[in-house]
């Protein structure tokens, strides 16, 4: 679920998926929620090399800071005055192919009023890929629980004359019959019309004379149904074909970071100096994932070229997309920032401050795992069905009935994905859905404050702090995507704006203290 593979810090465990109840700040300046559902704090979107060191406050402060630190602040404080130079190199290795490399550097220089310092960071992660543990698996028999393998995960094809059926009995638990229906892998070898396909059955797909393949009715059978609808392709091994599809996706994400950031101190005058910082973190993913969309039954017209010779009508097929079509999710967070500020000393020992920051926080993310990224209704279409129209929902127009355009290849699902290239590249890009999700927010922050003594009283001295702030928040997130019965591409913004003035002061008047001291006071 963590496609931007981020460091979620959650403190209090306070924060959930929908809101966020602490802040993160970087050099005392606020930054904003991640991911794409503003639901996340991920310091590790920062170089680790830059930073000096990470401040918390594990108390509410929404007096001070506003109501997203109800739960506490995160402050990062970012490396400044370092004198000299250091280069880091690692290398990790983990199960499952899980390669890590990283280097880093950070090289900084001091002077009389001044000083800049420079971090760098890179990582690469291969991926773990999810046959890396026995464990992770939907079939549970090893432990004396139940398969709970979908029969749509099966390579090749699983064939059935209809919908799958076997024996039925109550669980002892939840009363539902076994096999439960939301688990067709429970039907394991207990399915009585399923026939598995072959290891082996097909052939490579060649575009031929026509550019598209086969695409006369009965043309391109690769099961004669006399031969294959024998006893030892029915009964027990029914379902031999069904796998656990965890073998075929990724544990965890591979990943790629870079990221710097610069801190400059220059003193202007006797009381005026500079100060800014600026840094940048990209952290992209990639991770083939566990699509249920990707492991269904479809039913295939007669009329496909690779329909079995003598077959009966309404054979239905599952069928795993993922090892031809694999879903791959990608994601990236990106986080930038540049602050500039002037310190100056004020006559009277009062000191001022004046800022300004621009931060700019991005996440993407493409196929949803929650969402089929196999459009059915273009499985459908490669198959040879007519798709019937489609009534206005929302924000996605009316479509007509349709077909498949002729230039996309018949989809063939009586073939064996591992022994051949089966399909068309243009047929399974053809079966493609989209579905991406942008978020992009921006934050400047301008302020000044003051603070200073103003008089003497018997406990010590009055002291007074004033300031202001103007806030500019702009947000904006697309949603890009299609339906599962409807191509049409569907794009949705929600642009958001809005801006924080504030004012404030505080007075601290000392009472009691060592100048007067009373007896238990």
């Not at 918390?56 to 739960?71: C, E, F, H, P, Q």
């Not at 295939?300 to 795993?320: D, E, I, K, S």
């Not at 801006?499 to 009373?518: E, M, Y």
Request: with cysteine; proline share 7%.
């Amino acid at each position: 679920n963590n496609r931007q593979r981020g460091v979620r810090v959650n403190l209090r465990q306070l924060d959930t998926t929908d809101a966020l109840r602490s802040l993160m700040m970087v050099d005392g300046l606020r930054y904003p929620p991640q991911s794409e559902e503003l639901s996340t704090i991920d310091p590790s979107i920062l170089p680790t090399s830059a930073i000096e060191r990470i401040d918390l406050l594990l108390d509410g402060a929404s007096a001070t800071y506003g109501s997203d630190a109800i739960g506490g602040v995160i402050n990062i404080i970012l490396k400044r005055n370092y004198d000299g130079a250091m280069v880091e190199a690692g290398f990790q290795r983990g199960k499952g192919g899980n390669v890590e490399y990283l280097a880093s550097g950070t090289w900084g220089r001091t002077w009389d009023g001044g000083q800049v310092t420079l971090s760098y960071q890179w990582i690469d992660a291969a991926p773990t890929h999810g046959n890396f543990n026995s464990k992770l698996t939907f079939d549970h028999r090893p432990w004396g629980l139940d398969d709970r393998r979908p029969i749509g995960s099966s390579t090749p094809g699983t064939i059935s004359t209809g919908s799958q059926t076997g024996l039925s009995m109550p669980d002892p638990v939840t009363g539902l019959p076994i096999p439960n229906p939301r688990y067709p892998g429970n039907l394991g070898t207990n399915c009585q019309n399923c026939y598995a396909i072959p290891l082996g059955t097909g052939f490579d797909w060649q575009p031929g004379a026509t550019g598209v393949g086969p695409t006369l009715p009965g043309s391109a059978p690769t099961l004669n149904w006399a031969n294959f609808a024998i006893a030892a392709n029915a009964g027990t091994n029914g379902t031999r074909n069904v796998f656990n599809p965890f073998t075929i996706v990724d544990y965890s994400a591979a990943t790629q970071y870079t990221g710097g950031a610069l801190t400059v101190d220059q003193r202007l005058t006797s009381n005026i100096s500079f100060y800014g910082s600026g840094f940048y973190g990209m952290r992209r993913s990639q991770i083939v994932i566990n699509d249920a969309g990707h492991q269904l039954t479809w039913a295939v017209p007669t009329w496909n070229p690779y329909y079995p010779t003598g077959a009966p009508q309404n054979l239905r097929v599952a069928y795993h997309m993922g090892i031809e079509k694999p879903a791959v999710g990608s994601a990236y967070s990106l986080a930038q920032r540049y602050q500039l500020g002037l310190n100056i000393a004020l006559p009277a020992n009062w000191a001022m401050q004046a800022y300004f920051s621009h931060t700019k926080d991005k996440n993407y993310n493409t196929e949803d795992p929650r969402r089929n990224s196999l459009s059915k209704s273009a499985v459908s279409a490669a198959l040879g069905w007519t798709i019937p129209a489609t009534a206005i929902s929302g924000t996605t127009p009316a479509i007509a009935a349709f077909t498949k355009p002729s230039s996309v290849p018949y989809l063939n699902l009586f073939c064996d994905p591992r022994a051949y290239t089966c399909n068309s590249p243009d047929t399974l890009n053809y079966l493609q859905r989209l579905d991406e999700v942008q978020e992009y927010m921006h934050v400047k922050e301008r302020g000044i404050k003051a603070d200073g003594p103003l008089f003497d009283l018997p406990g010590g001295t009055v002291k007074m702090a004033v300031g202001a702030t103007l806030t500019t928040y702009n947000f904006l997130i697309t949603n890009t995507s299609t339906s599962g019965t409807n191509p049409t591409v569907s794009i949705i913004q929600d642009p958001r704006e809005r801006q924080v003035w504030a004012t404030f002061t505080q007075v601290n008047i000392p009472i009691f203290s060592d100048q007067n001291a009373l007896p238990l006071l």
